[in-house]
């Protein structure tokens, strides 16, 4: 499969939107219950380091950082989101994904990438382990889906060679 990794766009929201749904929808993929409009997921989100991967015209999937803190100390700090569409995961679609995203933190001065994934989201965390990413812990039964289950959510983290 060809396929491109661009800098994510307004106009690409509404596909991703429909991948974070089917994220969503797994109830292993995040704690939300509903994507959010573009201005909101805008706003939360780092304004450089947001990626798609598409192939002609259909998103395959996406990836973004968010600040972990409005303090100067940690601007180096982000928390990763990724989603691969439903039809495209085991394709190697999120390792090129989440390879590029590394990359192009590091360009940008992030000096630590972490993520909090749902313990169940075994795909998740082999991803990011395959890209670098090393277990720091866990914080138990953190959340509650709109189900009632509790979930546990591991913790990694990535140092980046190049700037920390």
């Not at 700090?77 to 590394?102: C, D, F, P, R």
């Not at 994934?117 to 082999?126: G, T, V």
Request: charged letters at 30%.
């Amino acid at each position: 499969m060809e396929y491109r990794i661009d800098e994510m766009t307004a106009s690409d929201w509404p596909q991703a939107a429909d991948i974070y749904m089917e994220g969503i929808e797994t109830k292993i993929a995040t704690f939300q219950s509903e994507a959010p409009d573009w201005e909101d997921w805008d706003k939360g989100h780092c304004k450089n380091c947001r990626l798609v991967v598409r192939s002609g015209d259909k998103i395959l999937g996406w990836a973004a950082l968010s600040p972990v803190s409005g303090r100067c100390v940690y601007s180096g700090v982000a928390e990763v989101s990724i989603y691969i569409s439903k039809q495209n995961q085991g394709q190697k679609v999120g390792t090129a994904l989440l390879e590029e995203l590394i990359r192009r933190s590091e360009e940008n001065g992030y000096w630590t990438l972490q993520s909090g994934i749902i313990r169940e989201n075994s795909a998740s965390l082999n991803l990011h382990k395959k890209c670098g990413f090393r277990e720091i812990g866990y914080r138990e039964r953190l959340g509650k889906m709109d189900n009632g289950k509790w979930h546990d959510v591991v913790l990694v983290e990535r140092r980046s060679k190049v700037t920390g």
